[in-house]
């Protein structure tokens, strides 16, 4: 689906469940993941999805693959306080991969491919014009 359309209730607190279609995930609260940990979830497995893609399509055979998303982000702006912004200013990832036989060449062509083909890194990566419509039933 290229134009998703998902819903956030909230549940109370800083919980919220997530429904697409007949999928749910709930966000936040003290035993998932909240929403910039979720963001990081995200790349790292977009990232994870794209390599064993292009690791298929090369005749490669994956023995482990992970991927490490890092970020930092200042909380201020968040809670109201004078803050430059309140999302990540830095985000790293590393993607650790056995595949026996893989040559040199391979591998560089699946760094590009993460570079090249990862949705989710390529909206991190570019300025995506936001629109907020607000409505109230009050």
């Not at 819903?7 to 109370?12: I, K, P, Q, S, T």
């Not at 056995?98 to 989710?120: I, K, N, T, W």
Request: negative net charge.
């Amino acid at each position: 689906d290229c134009n998703p359309s998902l819903v956030a209730h909230w549940l109370g607190g800083t919980r919220s469940r997530v429904e697409f279609r007949n999928k749910v995930v709930h966000i936040g609260g003290s035993e998932d993941l909240n929403p910039m940990q979720m963001l990081l979830a995200a790349l790292a497995a977009c990232d994870a999805d794209v390599v064993a893609t292009h690791g298929s399509i090369l005749g490669l055979k994956i023995e482990r693959l992970s991927v490490e998303a890092k970020g930092h982000f200042d909380m201020r702006s968040y809670l109201g306080l004078e803050a430059p912004g309140s999302g990540y200013d830095t985000i790293s990832y590393t993607v650790r991969l056995s595949a026996p036989g893989a040559s040199p060449e391979q591998l560089a062509q699946l760094r590009e491919r993460c570079e090249r083909s990862s949705p989710v890194a390529d909206s991190l990566s570019r300025q995506i014009p936001l629109k907020l419509e607000f409505e109230s039933n009050t």
